[in-house]
């Protein structure tokens, strides 16, 4: 005899309405993400920061105006969820000497192209940096350090004799970067982007992403990023006209890179707090200076809080160890800027388990990271060496748990 | 003819199908006046509600709606209603060797209207019929029947649209036919088709997709592709495979070689059969494509995907004074790879339905769908829907 329908669909529907919350899929921990926003944003601010995380992920396609030359097809397709990028793309920059040979296609490398269009090869006997796609993630607090800040850790002949002497790069930002923009105007400016501190302004960092990365002409450099070693048929093979994107799109990343928050540091334990104190025992922390204070910030979020971002955002010469022996507007070949020692914790999570430290991802693991380390960092490398290994195991782990 | 003429055409017939004086509402049992079927089950010619308007003319369609519930990683993406499409089909015997058939297709609340099919038949003997028109391509069993009154679940499989591009109709000409022995049947299609264009890597912002280029109405490259099913049918079980081949960009241009010439191929090897009241149906392809040495990295050469669906339909008569109604439990597992040389840019799914069929021609579908997927770093996010849809022929 047959049964009555609701006596099969009742149990079904009942247990979805019971289930329907790990039924649906459950929201990861915003700890853990390299992508979320700052605390404390405003409806306003949350909706401008979904508009730019939409253009962070959009990626090109031809017929959009990717290319002609090109590394990739979209912000996020470089720094994985928002972190740091894979040594498959890494970017290869290239001058000689001082000269960023921009008729040879200097500085940087492109080496995709559309159909119909060439890639750049590498000149011959030019400096070359290999460059890892480094995270996204805190760049408006960073931005958000006065200059007075970071200019008191400087000390270039080294007057305290501790054998690090950070200096700041002074840049000039882009003419299209106005002067109300942090870090744009005329005259140096500090710079504190890049892997050489060698851009003063996020809007700078993106324009020049679009442009050099993806081929993306915009409202602020609105000709199409050339290959001087092909001929007219890689410029004709473009067929969006320009600018590609507007001015708003360019600004909508801009606001969601500056409101995106660096992961939570894990909580401190008695291990991570020994490795703490070891940290700041053998001299890591003169270069990786453990907390800064933001100033003023037209996103309260922002504005005046602590940073425990590791850095000095300074130029260290890191030694024949690190160099790329190329030079870098004012740094040179052995010059980098202390790197933040943040979201080390769930970094692996968003690389296949991988860690791809350093500026061109030669270390695997932080141990391998900190041993690669010379220069100013040379008597801190060490003594690292020369901790017990239950020490190094301590400060690893407190390294890795930020 | 100019599309707007065209759909006037289908509404004023789709009106006159409403008529109760003019349109004879056809049963699937009452279909007999249809010619015998020659495609797949569930195919263009196995419509249970073609029913006579205008003398020769034979009209139905069907119609499928849906609420869905969409999040992914706990947060909601779509929550909604959506009308997937409305067709409307046509078959006109114009004599006893000719036969065109027609289906038009409204989605996106009628803002995407295309014609699916509109093919003219010429039997010469049953092995041997000659096929000329908008043809649905034989790239799998999906392509030829994905009605959705037919099938059990809302969504259609991953691996027949975002692999494949299915639906995918475009113009070509060519033979079919069948033999039918002790046995089985065999049948094949063959055809030439205008073939891929080069939308699946300009137009496709997610690396190389085929249905980025599956518009192709023109012969963008002036260069044929090849396509081709084969299939054989013993009692209760079909087994077919479908190739194709051709180049998918503009390699010519007024008599120069301008380009490389690029091809894609495709191999699909489906499915389908009943074995103790369980239907089984799927699909699995394999797609090559060729890119250019600048786009490595960027776009796939190669991918693949497969989908399987597993139901069973019980409780009949279930619903007092409707004797076809019954329920079917069904589930659906599926997976495309969309870039075979890295570890991500892929996804998976599983599926589960628990329908109720008042006919067999009127479906109400509840599912649940859980899957994965993976950007090209391997990122992976995880998603789920929950649908309520509702498909019927008319």
């Given at each position: 005899?047959?049964?009555?329908?609701?006596?099969?669909?009742?149990?079904?529907?009942?247990?979805?309405?019971?289930?329907?919350?790990?039924?649906?899929?459950?929201?990861?921990?915003?700890?853990?993400?390299?992508?979320?926003?700052?605390?404390?944003?405003?409806?306003?601010?949350?909706?401008?920061?979904?508009?730019?995380?939409?253009?962070?992920?959009?990626?090109?396609?031809?017929?959009?105006?990717?290319?002609?030359?090109?590394?990739?097809?979209?912000?996020?397709?470089?720094?994985?969820?928002?972190?740091?990028?894979?040594?498959?793309?890494?970017?290869?920059?290239?001058?000689?000497?001082?000269?960023?040979?921009?008729?040879?296609?200097?500085?940087?490398?492109?080496?995709?192209?559309?159909?119909?269009?060439?890639?750049?090869?590498?000149?011959?006997?030019?400096?070359?940096?290999?460059?890892?796609?480094?995270?996204?993630?805190?760049?408006?607090?960073?931005?958000?350090?006065?200059?007075?800040?970071?200019?008191?850790?400087?000390?270039?002949?080294?007057?305290?004799?501790?054998?690090?002497?950070?200096?700041?790069?002074?840049?000039?930002?882009?003419?299209?970067?106005?002067?109300?923009?942090?870090?744009?105007?005329?005259?140096?400016?500090?710079?504190?982007?890049?892997?050489?501190?060698?851009?003063?302004?996020?809007?700078?960092?993106?324009?020049?992403?679009?442009?050099?990365?993806?081929?993306?002409?915009?409202?602020?450099?609105?000709?199409?990023?050339?290959?001087?070693?092909?001929?007219?048929?890689?410029?004709?093979?473009?067929?969006?006209?320009?600018?590609?994107?507007?001015?708003?799109?360019?600004?909508?990343?801009?606001?969601?890179?500056?409101?995106?928050?660096?992961?939570?540091?894990?909580?401190?334990?008695?291990?991570?707090?020994?490795?703490?104190?070891?940290?700041?025992?053998?001299?890591?922390?003169?270069?990786?200076?453990?907390?800064?204070?933001?100033?003023?910030?037209?996103?309260?979020?922002?504005?005046?809080?602590?940073?425990?971002?590791?850095?000095?955002?300074?130029?260290?010469?890191?030694?024949?160890?690190?160099?790329?022996?190329?030079?870098?507007?004012?740094?040179?070949?052995?010059?980098?800027?202390?790197?933040?020692?943040?979201?080390?914790?769930?970094?692996?999570?968003?690389?296949?388990?991988?860690?791809?430290?350093?500026?061109?991802?030669?270390?695997?693991?932080?141990?391998?990271?900190?041993?690669?380390?010379?220069?100013?960092?040379?008597?801190?490398?060490?003594?690292?060496?020369?901790?017990?290994?239950?020490?190094?195991?301590?400060?690893?782990?407190?390294?890795?748990?930020? | 003819?100019?599309?707007?003429?065209?759909?006037?055409?289908?509404?004023?017939?789709?009106?006159?199908?409403?008529?109760?004086?003019?349109?004879?509402?056809?049963?699937?049992?009452?279909?007999?006046?249809?010619?015998?079927?020659?495609?797949?089950?569930?195919?263009?010619?196995?419509?249970?509600?073609?029913?006579?308007?205008?003398?020769?003319?034979?009209?139905?369609?069907?119609?499928?709606?849906?609420?869905?519930?969409?999040?992914?990683?706990?947060?909601?993406?779509?929550?909604?209603?959506?009308?997937?499409?409305?067709?409307?089909?046509?078959?006109?015997?114009?004599?006893?060797?000719?036969?065109?058939?027609?289906?038009?297709?409204?989605?996106?609340?009628?803002?995407?209207?295309?014609?699916?099919?509109?093919?003219?038949?010429?039997?010469?003997?049953?092995?041997?019929?000659?096929?000329?028109?908008?043809?649905l391509l034989p790239i799998g069993r999906f392509n030829l029947a994905h009605?959705?009154?037919?099938h059990?679940f809302?969504a259609r499989p991953i691996e027949a649209t975002d692999l494949l591009g299915a639906t995918l109709s475009q113009?070509?000409?060519?033979?079919?036919?069948?033999?039918?022995?002790?046995?089985?049947?065999?049948?094949?299609?063959?055809?030439?088709?205008?073939g891929y264009m080069?939308g699946l890597l300009?137009d496709s912002p997610d690396g190389t997709r085929l249905p980025a280029g599956r518009t192709n109405?023109?012969?963008?490259?002036?260069?044929?592709a090849?396509v081709?099913r084969?299939?054989?049918?013993?009692?209760?079980?079909?087994?077919g495979l479908s190739g194709y081949h051709g180049?998918y960009?503009?390699?010519?241009?007024?008599?120069?070689?301008?380009?490389?010439?690029?091809d894609v191929s495709i191999g699909v090897l489906d499915v389908?059969?009943?074995?103790?009241?369980?239907?089984?149906l799927g699909e699995g392809s394999l797609v090559d494509v060729e890119i250019?040495?600048?786009?490595?990295?960027?776009n796939a050469s190669r991918q693949s995907g497969f989908y399987l669906d597993?139901?069973?339909?019980?409780?009949?008569?279930?619903?007092?004074?409707?004797?076809?109604?019954?329920?079917?439990?069904?589930?659906r597992l599926e997976a495309v790879d969309f870039d075979r040389d890295i570890?991500g840019d892929s996804v998976q799914r599983?599926s589960?339905?628990?329908?109720?069929?008042?006919?067999?021609?009127?479906?109400?579908?509840?599912?649940?769908a859980?899957g994965r997927s993976r950007d090209r770093?391997?990122?992976?996010?995880?998603?789920?829907?929950?649908?309520?849809?509702?498909?019927?022929?008319?």
């Amino acid at each position: 005899m047959p049964r009555r329908w609701t006596a099969y669909a009742a149990p079904i529907l009942l247990a979805f309405a019971v289930g329907c919350g790990s039924l649906m899929t459950t929201e990861p921990n915003p700890d853990d993400l390299l992508d979320g926003p700052l605390g404390g944003l405003s409806p306003g601010e949350l909706a401008a920061f979904a508009e730019g995380d939409a253009q962070f992920g959009k990626p090109f396609s031809v017929n959009e105006g990717l290319g002609p030359i090109f590394n990739n097809v979209s912000c996020a397709s470089c720094h994985s969820g928002d972190g740091r990028g894979v040594p498959e793309n890494i970017l290869v920059r290239f001058s000689r000497g001082g000269d960023l040979i921009v008729e040879e296609g200097g500085p940087q490398l492109q080496d995709k192209a559309i159909p119909g269009a060439e890639p750049e090869q590498l000149p011959a006997a030019t400096d070359v940096s290999r460059r890892l796609p480094p995270p996204v993630f805190g760049i408006g607090l960073l931005e958000a350090i006065p200059d007075t800040a970071i200019l008191a850790l400087e000390d270039p002949t080294d007057q305290d004799g501790d054998g690090i002497s950070g200096r700041a790069h002074l840049v000039t930002a882009a003419d299209f970067v106005p002067a109300h923009e942090p870090g744009g105007g005329a005259g140096p400016r500090l710079g504190r982007f890049g892997r050489k501190a060698q851009v003063s302004s996020v809007l700078e960092q993106i324009v020049t992403a679009y442009h050099q990365d993806m081929g993306i002409t915009s409202d602020f450099l609105p000709d199409e990023n050339r290959n001087p070693q092909a001929g007219d048929g890689t410029q004709a093979a473009d067929r969006v006209g320009d600018p590609e994107v507007t001015a708003s799109v360019v600004r909508a990343v801009v606001a969601y890179v500056r409101m995106l928050a660096p992961p939570a540091p894990g909580a401190m334990t008695a291990r991570t707090a020994r490795g703490q104190e070891l940290f700041s025992q053998i001299a890591c922390a003169s270069c990786h200076v453990p907390s800064l204070r933001t100033g003023a910030s037209p996103v309260p979020s922002i504005a005046g809080r602590e940073v425990a971002a590791y850095t000095d955002l300074l130029l260290h010469d890191m030694g024949d160890e690190l160099a790329d022996y190329r030079p870098d507007r004012g740094a040179d070949g052995r010059e980098w800027r202390t790197t933040p020692l943040w979201g080390l914790r769930v970094m692996k999570d968003f690389l296949n388990g991988e860690a791809f430290l350093l500026h061109d991802a030669r270390a695997r693991s932080v141990e391998e990271a900190i041993l690669y380390h010379g220069g100013e960092a040379a008597a801190s490398r060490a003594a690292f060496d020369a901790l017990s290994a239950d020490d190094r195991q301590a400060l690893l782990e407190f390294v890795e748990s930020r | 003819m100019t599309p707007r003429p065209a759909i006037a055409a289908w509404i004023l017939a789709t009106l006159a199908a409403t008529v109760p004086a003019t349109a004879r509402a056809q049963s699937a049992d009452s279909a007999a006046a249809a010619p015998a079927h020659r495609g797949v089950p569930g195919g263009y010619d196995d419509k249970p509600y073609l029913a006579g308007v205008f003398g020769r003319i034979l009209v139905g369609g069907y119609v499928e709606a849906q609420g869905v519930y969409e999040r992914a990683d706990g947060v909601t993406e779509e929550f909604g209603f959506v009308v997937e499409r409305w067709n409307i089909f046509t078959s006109t015997q114009v004599s006893p060797a000719v036969t065109v058939w027609a289906e038009l297709e409204f989605e996106e609340g009628g803002e995407e209207v295309r014609l699916e099919l509109a093919q003219v038949d010429i039997r010469l003997r049953e092995s041997i019929q000659v096929r000329a028109g908008m043809l649905l391509l034989p790239i799998g069993r999906f392509n030829l029947a994905h009605d959705g009154p037919r099938h059990e679940f809302t969504a259609r499989p991953i691996e027949a649209t975002d692999l494949l591009g299915a639906t995918l109709s475009q113009p070509g000409l060519g033979l079919f036919g069948r033999f039918e022995g002790a046995r089985g049947v065999l049948t094949y299609e063959a055809y030439g088709v205008n073939g891929y264009m080069d939308g699946l890597l300009l137009d496709s912002p997610d690396g190389t997709r085929l249905p980025a280029g599956r518009t192709n109405v023109e012969d963008q490259n002036a260069s044929p592709a090849l396509v081709g099913r084969v299939a054989f049918a013993p009692r209760g079980f079909e087994l077919g495979l479908s190739g194709y081949h051709g180049a998918y960009n503009v390699y010519r241009l007024d008599g120069m070689t301008v380009d490389d010439r690029r091809d894609v191929s495709i191999g699909v090897l489906d499915v389908q059969a009943r074995v103790a009241g369980v239907v089984l149906l799927g699909e699995g392809s394999l797609v090559d494509v060729e890119i250019p040495s600048a786009l490595v990295g960027i776009n796939a050469s190669r991918q693949s995907g497969f989908y399987l669906d597993v139901s069973r339909r019980f409780a009949r008569g279930l619903i007092g004074g409707l004797a076809a109604s019954s329920l079917t439990a069904a589930v659906r597992l599926e997976a495309v790879d969309f870039d075979r040389d890295i570890a991500g840019d892929s996804v998976q799914r599983l599926s589960a339905a628990l329908n109720l069929r008042t006919s067999d021609e009127t479906v109400i579908k509840l599912g649940y769908a859980r899957g994965r997927s993976r950007d090209r770093f391997n990122n992976a996010a995880e998603d789920a829907t929950l649908s309520l849809g509702l498909a019927t022929y008319f």
